[in-house]
């Protein structure tokens, strides 16, 4: 029931921006809303809600948002965390994410997480779920190569606050940058960091089995990657490896490849099935063998659940054992969300009893209602606090329970009535009428559809009403005739009469009624049968249990049969009884009917029985009757067939014309007819029931019995009751013809069908020409001379396909097969076969059989050859030269381009050919081949000498290039064809690669007795490294490193690889020759007895051979220990100092002076304030650091001091002592200082004297 009907209401609107709001009351509460924008593709919404206030009391209503189509959800994403902190490459790592999405999101928008391409490859966990605690899915997540998509499902419109967590499990890139990196982790309208340390993961040694979980990009399914290696063997040997899943993990055997010195053996392969692989072939020394392959994961796997293949490698019975496990990869997730609702309608005066709420019918003031939940738990307010489960209905009879949070799935809210409270004498009206909005429940009534934010149930409604019982019963016959008294009553024609009885029984009170009971008692002549009521709720019968509703009618029939003619009216009465179900009053009905009849009516069937002479199921001129045919007469309904006497009707034989009737019978009802039946022991010697369906009915046949149309009136009669026979003759015929339409079923008209061997399609063309169906068909077609027949397969008339068929087969239908004739050599002895046809009469059962003979012959067939050679390519330009040699001993095979099998032209089939001993090979006499077909020759590659690999191809000519793996001819169709071009060169790569380092100053260093002297320490230098390729094959993958091994650290080392790429490792291959240069940067060498020591190495693979390849180069150097010197300068000018006495510094009150033992001592020589003059002028004092060797000189440290000596002081030029050495003018005097000396304390904590180091003083001066 619409808000709009009955109730005026205020709607208060808001943008809801903050937490709850704690200053509402319990009715009147706001839910929280994020107002985020959705970006769509058309338009945009966010989410409002309304508040509807009705009496006082507040409900909480959502407003239904436009419809949009699926949005792209930006910051939906909160946070995303590599678990691990160090990952290893070809590893899996979780990964795991926080989610909110804004209220307002609808079904189908999404949002995604995109992992970088380095350090990841892709995500192997399989699409998954995020649900809520009660199961329900929140989002589904799709996983695509390095990005999971998660679309929202309804569960996002109808919640709010929705979030939740997420986890994946992502696959580390073999190739992944190794050391720290910080990843960006790209989402919808978000970009996320991790700090991960990325390793290598462990390499493969030999005769060992690694693996990993890998994503199949057409499923999305993980599975088990994984290969096997052995070691190189030291001699010919046999090496088998049984590779055994432990269960229920299982191999998927499509995937296995397996390869001998990186070359593909599928033969090698002995067995393999989902439960165990046998590998087992013969190795020549220095070959190893890989084995790579797939196993399936069992369907259920779950995170986490460990899966292991194992393996034994058995080299000439030395087994090893080795195994490797891989854990299921994590998917899945959470999602939750908050929600209200409100339930309530409407208590009402059904007036009319319908059971349905008019506008014109009052509510019921003051009737209690109680709500509760279907699970007995309390009912709360939707954030959980109690709630108050009573009500009552108001003035207009209306009521609501507002503020209920959403129930659990399968959970309903109950509204129950207290009967105590409902007005005297009114009851409960119906229910299930009308809509949900405007029907009536008793009792209580139960809410539906609260799964959304502000879902309502407003359709609980309890209607009532006061009852009044009443019944009503009307009759009358097939022709209406109501009939109800004698004056009335019906003439119904012919003796016995009958007629259809229909009853229409009504409930015209306002009350619904139980113990419903219908009857019909005949008081006079004749008898009422089969009464039968259709009661409202569509069950039969004369009693029902009811409830039969207000105004609701059903419908009884019955049959009145046996009316006699004579004085005595037939009459019956009807009467129906009932109880009214809430009052429990009984009421009744009657209705009589009257009737009369005339005279007694018959009818008549019958025809002929005769000889169908052309089998055709119809009576035509010419054709005979049948005599002495017994027959016998039924009724369908399998009452005994009557006269319309009452006397049994005798049986009947047809007279010399086939004709017989049976006549005088009594009429019968509609929907019953007469059967005659044949009596099969009098049909004609060999003969049998002809077709049936065919003409007309007045000139079709039936088999056994025929039954008449309705015979219901007086004098009606059916003459089409016939019975046709005829006597089967079966016949069967094969035709053969070629593809060119040749019969040839005599040597004389042989066909010649060309070029030995020769070929044809047949075609067999089968025929009934009898007149009876076969059954039990089968063809066969045998080569009685020279050739064969293949293929033969029929297409018998029902469309089903082979040799034989159960049938039947028609007479004048027909079908074909077809088959191959081929291998028809030349000769004397013609080609003969002879194809049979086989049946048997479906009814006389008599076998047939005809056979036909096709004969052909040949000529001699045109010869062609093909070959060349297989050669040492020395010089690698894939060009045969003088001077290089053939290689025998390699095998060859031929084989044809359109896949038929390659013969000589005898027919025979070429076998392998081996190089002789100057590489030559040939095929001569091969057939010549159709325009389009040529022939192609492969080479045994294990026949090839150890080491060597195919060379270049598309050199030269085509007399002197080469060819890898096989080549093809050109057109041979005619005799004497050849092509002498079909070459294979080799070569034997020798892979070299060279790391040369130096410093940027150019020295190599590379022994300790080179070691380079970097200075004071720390010591540092640029270093410079040069790798090239010098040897004769291409380099892939080449990788440079350099580790220290003692003192120092390298630091920064890049490569610039020749494709202008930068890195340590190079995906590129380097050319013969070709090179590239890296830098690094040495620091932090130490002094001291222990040299620096850096080993730079590089590391690749032979581009063709695989062999790896290794280079390295040492560099050393050193440096000198350092002491850090405080110097203390004075400058004072000469003047009038006493001799050899030279004042200092001022300490205190004290004035240091230096004696002639070379010594700046404390307190000596002359006191301030004592009466003597300062013997000097122009007095200044600073103090220096020198950092130098730790066995540096007195003159070093001068050195040192003279590099950084401040403004005003002189230059330090002589070591002297004071007292044989005198100075004039301005002087400055340089005295070491003792440890813990500063400027303002010059002697330190242990006030030591200062040792003198030079001054500025001119000798002689």
């Known amino acids: 029931m619409g808000l709009g009907v009955r109730r005026g209401f205020l709607i208060r609107v808001v943008r809801q921006q903050t937490p709850w709001s704690a200053g509402f009351t319990h009715n009147e509460r706001f839910i929280p809303l994020h107002t985020n924008t959705l970006k769509r593709r058309r338009g945009s919404f966010s989410a409002v809600t309304a508040v509807a206030v009705f009496a006082g009391t507040a409900t909480t209503t959502m407003l239904t948002p436009p419809v949009a189509q699926a949005a792209e959800i930006n910051g939906a994403v909160t946070g995303v965390n590599i678990v691990a902190t160090t990952i290893k490459t070809n590893t899996q790592t979780k990964v795991t994410t926080n989610w909110a999405v804004p209220n307002g999101t609808q079904a189908g928008d999404t949002f995604q997480v995109v992992l970088p391409a380095d350090p990841f490859s892709g995500i192997t966990s399989p699409n998954f779920t995020l649900t809520d605690t009660d199961g329900s899915v929140v989002a589904n997540a799709v996983v695509v190569g390095r990005t999971v998509t998660f679309t929202m499902t309804a569960y996002a419109a109808n919640h709010v606050n929705v979030r939740g967590t997420a986890e994946f499990m992502a696959k580390v890139a073999n190739n992944a940058t190794l050391g720290a990196q910080t990843p960006v982790i790209q989402t919808t309208g978000k970009t996320f960091t991790d700090n991960v340390t990325v390793v290598a993961g462990a390499s493969q040694g ?27 063997v030291t001699s010919a040997q046999t090496v088998t490896v049984t590779d055994t899943p432990v269960a229920p993990l299982t191999l998927d055997c499509a995937t296995i490849t397996v390869r001998v010195a990186g070359t593909l053996r599928p033969a090698a392969i002995d067995s393999c099935t989902p439960t165990k692989l046998v590998v087992s072939t013969n190795m020549t020394v220095g070959q190893s063998m890989l084995i790579q392959g797939q196993s399936v994961f069992p369907a259920g796997a779950t995170e986490g659940d460990p899966f292991t293949n194992r393996a034994v490698i058995d080299i000439d019975g030395d087994a ?86 959403v129930p659990p799935a399968g959970v309903n809210y109950t509204v129950t009535i207290d009967p105590d409270t409902v007005p005297a004498g009114y009851f409960p009206t119906l229910t299930g009428q009308g809509t949900s909005a405007t029907d009536s429940s008793t009792g209580s009534a139960t809410s539906s559809g609260l799964t959304a934010l502000g879902d309502r149930d407003d359709t609980l409604d309890f209607g009532f009403w006061k009852p009044t019982p009443q019944v009503d019963i009307e009759k009358v016959d097939a022709a209406s005739n109501d009939a109800d008294t004698s004056d009335l009553a019906v003439d119904l024609g012919m003796s016995p009469g009958s007629t259809d009885l229909a009853f229409t029984v ?20 004749g008898t009422v049968t089969d009464l039968v009521c259709t009661f409202p709720d569509g069950s039969t019968g004369t009693t029902w249990a009811g409830p039969w509703q207000p105004a609701v009618q059903f419908d009884c029939t019955a049959k009145l049969a046996g009316v006699a003619a004579g004085t005595v009216l037939h009459q019956d009465r009807a009467t129906v009884t009932a109880v009214g179900q809430t009052s429990k009053k009984p009421v009744t009905d009657t209705d009589d009917y009257w009737a009369k009849t005339t005279k007694t009516p018959s009818v008549c069937v019958g025809d002929y029985v005769w000889f169908d002479a052309n089998h055709n199921g119809i009576q035509e001129s010419g054709e005979i009757g049948v005599p002495g045919v017994k027959l016998a007469i039924t009724r369908t309904d399998g009452k005994p067939a009557t006269n319309a006497d009452g006397t049994t009707p005798a049986g009947q034989t047809s007279a010399a014309d086939g004709s017989y009737h049976f006549c005088g019978l009594s009429v019968l009802p509609t929907g019953v007819q007469y059967t005659v039946t044949v009596d099969p022991s009098t049909y004609p010697a060999g003969y049998v029931p002809t077709l049936t369906g065919q003409g007309t009915s007045a000139t079709d046949s039936s088999t056994g019995s025929a039954t008449s149309t309705d015979l219901t009136e007086d004098g009606a009669k059916d003459d089409t009751l016939d019975f046709g026979f005829w006597k089967p003759t079966p016949q069967v015929d094969i035709e053969k013809i070629d593809a060119k339409g040749n019969d040839a079923d005599t040597s004389a008209e042989a066909v010649d069908l060309g070029v030995s061997p020769g070929s044809t399609g047949l075609t067999f063309i089968v025929k009934n020409p009898g007149t009876e169906a076969l059954t039990n068909v089968s063809v066969s077609d045998v080569v009685k001379a020279n050739g ?29 097969c077809h088959a191959t004739l081929s291998g028809v050599v030349s000769g004397a002895v013609l080609h003969q076969d002879t194809a049979t046809v086989n049946a048997v009469g479906e009814l006389s059962k008599t076998p047939v059989t005809d056979a036909d003979d096709y004969w052909a012959k040949t000529i001699e067939p045109a010869k062609v050859s093909i070959g060349d050679y297989v050669w040492f390519d020395s010089n690698h330009n894939g060009v045969q030269e003088t001077g290089e040699k053939g290689i025998p001993g390699v095998q060859l095979a031929v084989t044809r381009t359109d896949g038929k099998p390659a013969l000589y032209a005898s027919g025979a089939t070429p076998s392998v050919v081996t190089t002789d001993a100057n590489g030559g090979y040939a095929y001569a006499g091969l057939a010549a081949l159709p325009a389009g077909v040529q022939y192609t020759v492969t080479i045994d590659m294990d026949t090839v000498p150890a080491g060597f690999y195919p060379t270049i ?45 130096k410093d940027i100053k150019g020295n190599d260093a590379n022994t300790a007795a080179e070691a380079v002297d970097l200075g004071m320490a720390p010591g540092g230098r640029a270093l410079v490294f040069t790798i090239a390729n010098k040897g004769n094959e291409q380099i892939k993958n080449p990788t440079v490193s350099d580790v220290v091994i003692s003192n120092g650290t ?13 890195g340590l490792t190079w995906t590129g291959t380097l050319s013969v020759g070709g090179w590239f240069k890296c830098t690094a940067m040495l620091v932090g060498v130490e002094g001291g007895a222990v040299l620096h020591q850096d080993r730079a190495t590089v590391t690749g ?51 240091a002076a230096m004696d002639d033992d070379a010594r700046l001592a404390y307190g000596e020589d002359f006191w301030v304030g004592k009466g003597l003059a300062k013997p000097y002028t122009d007095k200044k004092t600073a103090v220096v650091r020198v950092t130098v060797p730790v066995d540096a000189s007195n003159q070093d440290i001068i050195d040192a001091v003279n590099k950084v000596i401040v403004g005003g002081f002189n230059t330090l030029a002589t070591t002297a002592k004071l007292g044989t050495v005198k100075g004039s003018g301005a002087v400055t005097d340089a005295f070491i200082m003792p440890a813990g000396a500063t400027s303002v304390d010059p002697w330190g904590p242990t006030k030591a004297a200062q040792v003198f180091l030079g001054r500025s003083l001119v000798a002689g001066k």
């Open 206 to 232: 030999d005769n060992t089995k690694v693996g990993s979980v890998e994503k199949n990009a057409t499923t999305g399914l993980p599975f088990f990657a994984w290969k096997i290696k052995t070691g190189e």
């Open 320 to 405: 090893k054992n080795t195994q490797y496990t891989v854990k299921y990869p994590a998917a899945g997730g959470t999602g939750t969300g908050d929600q209200f609702v409100s339930v309530g309608d409407y208590v009402w005066l059904d007036a009319n009893h319908d059971g349905i709420q008019q506008s014109t019918e009052q509510g019921i003031p003051d009737v209690g209602l109680t709500i509760s939940r279907t699970d007995g738990a309390p009912v709360t307010d939707y954030l959980g606090n109690p709630y108050v489960p009573d009500a009552a209905t108001g003035a207009d009879g209306l009521y609501t329970f507002t503020n209920l949070p």
């Open 506 to 525: 009504t409930n015209p009170g306002n009350e619904p009624l139980t113990t419903v009971a219908v009857k019909d008692v005949v008081v006079s002549n």
């Open 788 to 816: 064969s027949i293949s293929g033969l397969s029929c297409t018998f008339p029902n469309n089903t396909v082979g040799l034989s068929w159960t049938g039947p087969f028609a007479p004048g239908a027909q079908f074909e």
């Open 953 to 997: 191809t598309g050199q030269g000519t085509t007399a002197t290039d080469s060819s890898t793996g096989f080549a093809t001819s050109t057109d041979l169709t005619k005799d004497g064809d050849a092509d002498r071009t079909l070459d294979f060169g080799f070569w034997k790569p020798a892979p070299v690669i060279d790391i040369v380092k």
């Open 1050 to 1062: 390298v630091e920064d080392l890049s490569c610039t690889f020749p494709d202008g790429a930068e």
């Open 1101 to 1151: 693979t032979g581009a063709v051979s695989g062999i790896p390849v290794k280079d390295r180069d040492d560099y050393w150097a050193k440096t000198k220990e350092y002491k850090v010197v405080q110097v203390q300068l004075d400058r004072y000018r000469w003047g009038n100092a006493i001799p050899g006495k030279a004042p200092s510094v001022k300490y205190g009150n004290k004035i």
